[in-house]
């Protein structure tokens, strides 16, 4: 497969935030490998409940000092507006511009939501409080939210979302070029006019992909399943038809016109640089 023409197309990196001293100092020697491809910034995912916050806030700071724009994961679920507000002067301090304003997971055993049910009501607060301080990234599900009740009900939580001040939206991964095409035609209808920037999984672990896609909702098409499963524990020729269909889908989506690319890393540097190479986006 040739290369395509150099493209400016923006990119940008999720990272988890590690759990040991050991997965702190791994996951700064990724950043390194990754920052020649110039993202505009490295967000940083939160845990059920807050449960990460803390090494969501160190990682952020870490990059931020790092010389590259930065944004937590930010969740609202078991929240009050008092813990919020709190939270917002600590990122203003800790000289944080970007927010992913989302709903997040209630934590196994957590029955109440706290004093936000929506993402919406999340961001809407987050204006009130702070103004314009902060660039508001949400999430969108081309293919719907796991949790929604239909797709027209899905379409209308989006649209309050971008409604209530958001500023651009990153999707859920996909392998389905129409489903996020189909998308940005359904909200554009409707009036949002943001970017809508998809995110991208690359394909590195068969059994790791079926766990996440069946937990989030993402769908892997039968013939990328079968193909996967075929393989068995051959991770070199998963790998390589990983590769193969996530810089396809990455062209296809170039070609439409997208706003950028969002890289899901899984904190490995590897197959974000091979698919970037591939896309001669490096």
């Known amino acids: ?59 952020v700071r870490a990059i931020l000092a790092e010389g590259v724009d930065a944004a937590p994961h930010f969740s609202c679920i078991g929240a009050t507006k008092a813990s919020v507000k709190a939270q917002l002067e600590a990122f203003k301090a800790d000289g944080i511009k970007r927010i992913v304003a989302l709903r997040g997971d209630l934590p196994s055993g957590y029955l109440g939501f706290g004093e936000f049910r929506y993402a919406s009501e999340l961001v809407a607060y987050i204006r009130e409080v702070t103004g314009d301080h902060f660039h508001i990234e949400v999430g969108a ?14 379409l209308q939580a989006f649209v309050t979302k971008v409604r209530a001040g958001a500023d651009v939206a990153l999707t859920q991964y996909f392998f389905n070029t129409d489903a996020y095409f189909r998308f940005v035609d359904e909200v554009t209808k409707a009036g949002v006019q943001i970017p809508i920037i998809p995110g991208i999984m690359p394909i590195t672990n068969s059994s790791q992909l079926m766990r ?16 996967l499963e075929s393989f068995g524990d051959d991770k070199a020729s998963i790998q390589a038809f990983g590769l193969d269909v996530v810089s396809e889908l990455c062209e296809k989506l170039r070609a439409g016109g997208v706003p950028g690319l969002h890289f899901y890393t899984m904190n490995q540097a590897g197959p974000v640089k091979a698919l970037c190479e591939r896309l001669n986006l490096a």
């Open 212 to 227: 996440f896609s069946d937990a989030c909702g993402a769908e892997i098409p039968r013939w990328i399943r079968a193909r």
């Open 1 to 59: 497969m040739s290369k395509p023409a150099s493209s400016s197309l923006p990119v940008s990196f999720e990272f988890f935030p590690p759990k040991t001293p050991e997965g702190v100092d791994k996951l700064a020697a990724v950043r390194q490998q990754l920052y020649p491809l110039k993202p505009e910034y490295c967000s940083v995912t939160y845990g059920a409940g807050g449960s990460t916050q803390d090494g969501t806030i160190q990682t």
């Open 141 to 154: 599900y081309p293919e719907m939210h796991p949790q929604a009740k239909s797709p027209a009900a899905d």
